[in-house]
């Protein structure tokens, strides 16, 4: 601990900073110009100066400060270590991207006034910097509550519509839900001292029993907000409803604070790790990732589509949480803090990747309207620059090298395959089987960018009016190229990011990646004899070979190509509603996992002259979970009811019974 | 000055007093008698107070039966009275719960008073102590009355019943509230009065009748 929390005291002014903006929007509320040109990117320059603090503070010891503000006996306790530094950096990084994007994006007439939107904005911005650097429970719920409260706000921007208002209800419910999980799990960490500060948790000495249940209960709140299965319905819901800045900062940026949120509580504040609880999580992880990655496969609205890749992603951030704790449980140093390395690698990653997609789905929205997949396609000629920049991002996220998505499940899956040393008998069979399974995740994940991409930017349109569509404006090409550069570098040198993610794992896991970092071009997590990847040799190989290939090509058959329309099957009236549909793309995967399912299908009978095909894909979990909970609360409520007789001399009864119970309980 | 004996005896007769004017109120179907009752029972309040301060010498004690007998044994009968005219309710009765059984409960509520109030009356050493079981009692045969009554200046009177069975609790138990807060009730009371004489009306001028049986579709079915 240092003399003077600069760092501390700067990242609590910009957070004061973003509230400033959100509150200057009331000087103009009804001025878009005002808001998107004056404020937004003011706010992206704040986000450039938090990466830049989080940089710093990545590599200084922890800071901690008390502000005189708060409860009387417990002020607000702020700490700013490697943990908080890493989510700052994500956060700052991200949200710079997002507000050049903003800019751009929001224009008058839609939905709530700008001024309105402007502060919710960065009131959700400032409460998660705060969540990242909050000291004691109090403030965290505090700045939790606020974070979900200013989403919500946001996700029903469009509020006049009933089908918002509805997402936005699932969305606030399950928030609540993960918040009274919190709650549980903040009494229970304070471990009979009645002390709220993590200070004191940390030194809190739990039983095996109530350290058990504040991971689970921490589990259930933080996975509430980062959708883990069953927990994860408000997230279709909530994307297509939200617009497109605001569902790139709660998938992107929202998501990966939930994660922050567990791997605080388990490594930081639990002063036990058990290995079951990372069995679990990582169970669960690769159960949601799966889930997620198929249902992704078959939705036909891109905006839902991605809100299910999310889930994916968080599954294997979870899955990378679990077997942190499982090394860190079997005392494996080094491959804990490869896991480490390995998970909040993937938590930058999809940050970057997934903000780039939603606000390019953003642009495609305000360009042609549509949000259907069916009835988009071919925008690659209409709108270059965020087809070009949405391939980054769709590679990105599908895992291809040398982009970003590939270093982090690439570093997984290495730690994966180590999990056969581990000195538990059922566990070192059973764990190898994840490996494969997360391999078939990332390979479905591709399937799905595939179709994603492949959709919307290339073949013919499907709709004539899409070839109104116009490309986006200037801001909002600065916002998409900021995010794609950062997918980019975090794909092409990883050692140095590496390097500075080890300053995490020495604070929370006692271990270091240190010694095998030394190239800055060679990625060798354990042993450069046993695995090892260079994107840099690896993408100037790509370059060449594609360089030869494209020479070679013009060299040998220039001149030499003859143009010719292609056979159309002997069917002469070939529409571009022929091409291959996003249901039919998403056909097989529907077929081969069908028990994920509930579907309702509707075909059409031979002799109808004008058929119909519907099929509906829906969510088990609706029916088998929420639904009878539904139903148990409107019967529990409808008991309650019976009280309501709605006869003064009843109402008078209860309250005469009430004086005459308190009295003979005086008695 | 008489003795304390005597006037303890006195005291408790007024408290005995006011406990069968309870039960008679209870068993009372015809508006106006109970208007009557209701008076009666403030006097008993008023001669019991004197009592009260008489024997100890508490000056303030006189005020506050001054206050009484304006209010609950002269004014507010007054008011009720005029009330029942107007409204020309005075020759509706209504049709009590079954009488025993509601006699019954309001036994058991004296001895369940009764119980409730010996350790307390334990603890007090002024001279009305033997009567705080009875105050209590007044009070809840009061609400009692409100709970099994259906008419709208009925629910007024158990109101303005209950009140007396807590002034006589404070008589009985601390020689009487503060002044001030002896006045502030009394305000309350008179306003209250006025405020529901005004419901009176309106109820009246929107279903026809003073029944309250009019108003309970409060519940949505």
Redesign the interface.
């Known amino acids: 601990m240092t003399g003077h929390p600069t760092d501390l005291i700067s990242v609590t002014a910009l957070a004061c900073g973003w509230l400033a903006i959100g509150l200057l929007g009331f000087i103009r509320p009804r001025s878009t110009g005002w808001v998107a040109h004056g404020l937004f990117p003011l706010g992206a320059v704040l986000g450039i100066a938090v990466t830049a603090l989080a940089l710093v503070a990545l590599v200084q010891p922890a800071e901690t400060l008390i502000l005189p503000l708060g409860l009387p006996d417990l002020h607000f306790q702020l700490r700013l270590d490697a943990l908080s530094a890493v989510f700052l950096l994500l956060i700052g990084a991200t949200a710079a991207g997002i507000s050049i994007f903003s800019a751009g994006y929001f224009r008058s007439g839609e939905g709530a006034a700008p001024g309105l939107l402007c502060l919710q904005y960065h009131l959700f911005l400032a409460s998660m910097v705060v969540v990242v650097i909050a000291d004691d429970a109090y403030l965290f719920m505090v700045a939790w509550e606020t974070m979900a409260l200013s989403s919500y706000f946001l996700v029903t921007t469009q509020h006049r519509l009933p089908e918002i208002r509805r997402a936005g209800f699932i969305y606030l419910l399950i928030a609540h839900l993960g918040a009274i999980g919190l709650l549980l799990c903040f009494g229970v960490m304070q471990g009979g001292n009645w002390q709220f500060t993590f200070e004191a948790m940390r030194a809190a000495q739990l039983t095996p029993v109530w350290a058990s249940a504040a991971f689970f209960l921490a589990l259930l709140g933080f996975g509430a907000k980062a959708g883990l299965v069953p927990l994860h319905v408000w997230l279709p819901e909530a994307h297509p409803a939200a617009p497109s800045p605001v569902s790139a900062l709660m998938s992107g940026v929202m998501l990966e604070i939930a994660v922050y949120g567990v791997l605080r509580i388990t490594f930081d504040l639990l002063h036990m790790q058990l290995w079951w609880w990372g069995l679990v999580t990582l169970g669960l992880g690769l159960f949601t990732s799966l889930f997620g990655v198929v249902f992704a496969a078959v939705q036909t609205d891109m905006k839902r589509l991605l809100a299910y890749s999310s889930i994916e992603n968080i599954g294997i951030i979870f899955l990378g949480v679990g077997l942190t704790v499982i090394f860190h449980a079997f005392h494996m140093p080094l491959l804990a803090a490869l896991a480490l390395a390995a998970t909040l690698y993937h938590c930058l990653n999809h940050a970057f990747s997934k903000s780039l997609l939603f606000l390019s789905t953003g642009s495609v929205l305000h360009a042609t309207r549509e949000r259907s997949l069916g009835k988009l396609g071919g925008l690659i000629h209409r709108m270059p620059w965020v087809a070009w920049l949405a391939l980054v991002g769709t590679l990105a996220i599908a895992g291809l090298p040398p982009l970003n998505g590939f270093v982090s499940e690439w570093l997984l899956l290495q730690a994966f395959l180590f999990t056969p040393d581990l000195p538990h008998s059922y566990i070192n069979m059973l764990l190898p089987m994840g490996a494969a399974a997360l391999a078939l995740v990332a390979a479905l994940a591709a399937y799905v960018m595939v179709k994603f991409y492949g959709v919307i930017f290339l073949g013919q349109p499907r709709e004539s009016s899409l070839s109104e569509a116009q490309d986006c404006g200037r801001l909002e090409r600065i916002g998409l190229l900021w995010l794609a550069a950062g997918c980019v570098l975090l794909g092409i040198f990883p050692v140095p990011l590496l390097a500075l993610l080890n300053g995490v794992s020495r604070e929370l896991l006692g271990a270091s990646l240190g010694s095998q970092l030394q190239h800055w071009w060679l990625l060798a997590p354990i042993a450069p004899e046993r695995a090892s990847y260079s994107p840099v040799v690896f993408m100037l190989s790509t370059v060449v070979l594609v360089a030869v290939v494209v020479l070679g090509v013009r060299l040998f058959y220039h001149g030499r190509v003859r143009k010719a329309s292609p056979w159309g099957c002997g069917f002469p009236l070939l529409t571009p509603r022929m091409q291959d549909t996003a249901e039919g793309f998403g056909q097989p995967i529907r077929q081969i996992f069908e028990p994920l399912f509930r579907m309702r299908r509707e075909l059409p009978s031979p002799f109808d002259t004008s058929p119909h095909y519907r099929v509906q894909v829906e969510d088990h979990f609706w029916y088998t979970l929420y639904m009878p909970i539904a139903g148990w609360v409107r019967r529990i409520s409808s008991l309650a009811s019976e009280v309501q007789q709605g006869r003064i001399s009843v109402y008078l009864l209860y309250s005469f019974l009430t004086l005459v119970a308190l009295l003979a309980f005086a008695l | 000055m008489p003795t304390l004996a005597f006037s303890s005896q006195l005291i408790n007769l007024c408290a005995a007093l006011l406990l069968l004017l309870s039960f008679a109120m209870l068993s009372q179907r015809r508006v106006l008698t109970l208007v009557d009752l209701f008076a009666m029972q403030g006097g008993t309040l008023f001669v019991s107070i004197i009592v009260v301060a008489w024997s100890t010498g508490q000056p303030h004690l006189y005020y506050s039966a001054a206050l009484t007998l304006i209010l609950k044994v002269i004014l507010l009968p007054l008011i009720l009275h005029r009330l029942i005219r107007r409204l020309g309710a005075q020759w509706e009765s209504e049709t009590l719960l079954n009488t025993p059984i509601t006699m019954l409960a309001g036994l058991l509520l004296v001895i ?1 008073a009764f ?2 109030a010996q ?1 307390i009356s334990q603890l007090a050493n002024t001279v009305a102590r033997g009567t705080l079981g009875i105050a209590l009692a007044v009070v ?1 045969l009061a ?2 009355m ?5 008419k709208a200046v009925t ?1 007024v009177i158990g109101f303005l019943a209950m009140e007396n069975g807590l002034f006589f609790a404070a008589t009985s138990a601390t020689y009487g509230m503060p002044m001030v807060v002896e006045l502030g009730v009394a305000l309350d009371v008179l306003v209250s009065m006025v405020i529901l004489g005004i419901f009176f009306f309106h109820i009246r001028e929107q279903f026809d009748s003073l029944d ?1 049986h009019n ?5 949505e079915d």
């Open positions: 369940f119980t409730l350790p809840m609400f009692l409100m709970i099994t009554r259906r629910q309250l108003m309970e579709s409060l519940k």
